[in-house]
């Protein structure tokens, strides 16, 4: 799995470096803007877009802080620049250059096209990481060049990034686009912690901890970040009685995590997830009844890299990044995401949307038609649950996958073919596991509560004769920014889907509705509608019925079956304690 999370933020890092060195900045000095931490001033597009850069929602978690709830923001009283973007919080960077080949190919562009773009990528720098990184970016045409809001307050969007919980950052390029401003929201992009400093659980941290437990870091953060919204974006002519949560991947994962955090509720009041459910996350604090590694697991194991058997929190916390940052294997990650704590989490978010335990708000969500295309050469691996499952032969496919999804084994590998052209079927059967059956089973809970629920499938495929990747993983996520890079290729049919597009997220953070004049009906989900979202294939953006559904219904058999086995831990008594989750 962590593999394929590589991937995924190695592609997003590199068509944003292409978009980094192909831009020419225009952008001029900002108003100054007084706010409640005080006055600050970052620049302004030429779309009269005022562009807020490296505000800090929370105290650096450095030193004593690290590995502990978000402390209290800062605030200055002299003008604070805020020009730059902050460095990315602590994570691996690499050069993805097979990446790189595996989409130019695939892409289907020319070969001048493809050494020009090889070209530009060698040129970009390696990006900043460090642990001061809890800053968030806004975006906003609601204010003037005296600083004063123009209007009416506007409805407020926060991106929360994807990367698996290891990767990106709020500031990559492909979030940096005025086309949602100027259709009359305020934009957020924020940092949260990520890897090992954003989700390691350890004893000895739990013990340090008033609460009585770890982990679950950068969900804090994300936490912080909506309160800070809450108090400040007024000021930045947002409202924070009208704000919607978004993200892609693990942005999405968070968006459902942020449903099911008792602290977020009451924080936002829509949501939108793109390519992503945090529902198959199983890790537990401790004790585990599958395979899954649990938060202390996987902490101990990093203290034991660094040489630190049986540490104190503070001796822990005195190890420098870069080690920890070293010693991190791909295995180790699968341990760096939520856990039922019984206090950030009191359930995984899986079981809480099967119990209907979680914040229920308007939604959409949605996925890609092809996410696994940029996977599946280098992870071939169908299902999360399975590794090395056999390419052709039907018999061993099956018992290979009958302890996992039990009678619907044989089914599925009928659905998908995996035994008569396994790439292929392999392909979809890991995107529909990995994004379709979790976004649908979230989908349906929320409209079970006759709350708002849209959903989507983004079929666009690349305009260019030779592409073979179709509608890919991170492919939406431009169409939505307004930031495609336009030397992968770009029609006349995308630009009006990512009009489209943006049309139908603004409009739904403005009312809880995507809907428009004269846009194609979005209709709410029950009875099992999609909204086919399409370009460059022949297929026409309208509302479709039970996309994929025998495929899903068969995936979300076994993704139940795992959830059954973790079922029995969320009784799980909670720590007594009576501090804030959020250290407040």
Known sequence: MFRRIFLILTAMATICAIALITTIPKDKPGAIIQTPQGPVKGVVTPNSVQNVKSIPFAAPPIGDLRWRPPGTAPKWKEVRAATKFSPMCVQNVGSGDSFLKLMLERHGISSFKKFLIHQIVAMSGTPRVSEDCLYLNI???????????KDDLMPVMVWIHGGGHQFGSGDFDFYQGDNLPLKGVVLVTINYRLGAFGYMAHPALSADDPRGVSGNYGTLDQIAALKWVRDNISAYGGNPDNVTIFGESAGAWSVTEMMTAPDAKGLFHKAIGQSGASTYH??????????????????????????AES?????LRDVPADIIQAVITPELADGFHHVRDGVVFPKNVGIAFQDGDFYSVPTIFGYNSDEATVFFPDDPEPTVWVEGLPRSDRNAQIEALRPHFGKKAEILVDLYGLDNDFDAGGEQMMGDEFFGTNIRLVTRANALKRTPAYSYVFTRVPPNEKQTIGAYHVAEVPFVFG????AFGWSDEDEALAELMQSYWTNFAKTGDPNGEGLPTWELYRGGNWMQLAANNGLETKTIKNYRQEKLDALEYGLKRKLALIRPLQTQQSPDVSDSQSGE
């Open 139 to 149: 975006r906003t045409a609601n204010i003037n060049q005296d600083g004063k809001v």
């Open 483 to 486: 930031t495609a890079e336009k």
């Open 311 to 315: 540490p104190t929190a503070q001796q």
């Open 282 to 307: 199983l890790g537990q604090l401790d004790t585990n009844s599958t395979s899954w590694i649990d938060g202390y697991e996987a902490g101990l194991k990093l203290a034991k890299r660094v040489d």
